[in-house]
């Protein structure tokens, strides 16, 4: 079992920034990657970026270059900086794990970008 805490979010307004994290716990040792997802309201989840435990990264197009994902290994913790927000960056972020067998999902965490 691996559970998931992901903090960070909040309200900010347009052309702000965040730093999302996600602390893993339980059996780490079989995580293969972990990444950011987001569900807008009346929207289905989506990717937003990915890391595996050997650093290699994939983002969604529609965040590249505004949004960057990182691994703290010593922490055990992954990031999301997300950089010139907008309002359709609006909505809950979740951190999944990735084991060979199963993908474990955190509670998330809101995220509010005003204009």
């Known amino acids: 079992q691996v559970q998931l805490v992901e903090s960070g979010g909040g309200l900010v307004q347009a052309g702000g920034s965040l730093r999302l994290s996600c602390a893993p716990s339980g059996s780490i040792f079989s995580i293969n990657a972990m990444g950011w997802y987001r569900q807008a309201p009346g929207k289905q989840r989506e990717l937003v970026a990915m890391?595996?435990?050997?650093?290699?990264?994939n983002y969604a197009d529609s965040v590249k270059g505004r949004f960057t994902v990182s691994r703290d290994n010593a922490k055990n913790t992954v990031y999301l900086q997300m950089n010139s927000l907008k309002p359709e960056h609006t909505a809950v972020y979740y951190c999944?794990?990735?084991?060979?067998?199963?993908?474990?999902w955190g509670q998330g965490t809101p995220v509010t970008v005003s204009s």
């Open positions: 890391i595996t435990t050997g650093g290699s990264t």
């Open positions: 999944p794990a990735f084991n060979s067998w199963y993908t474990y």
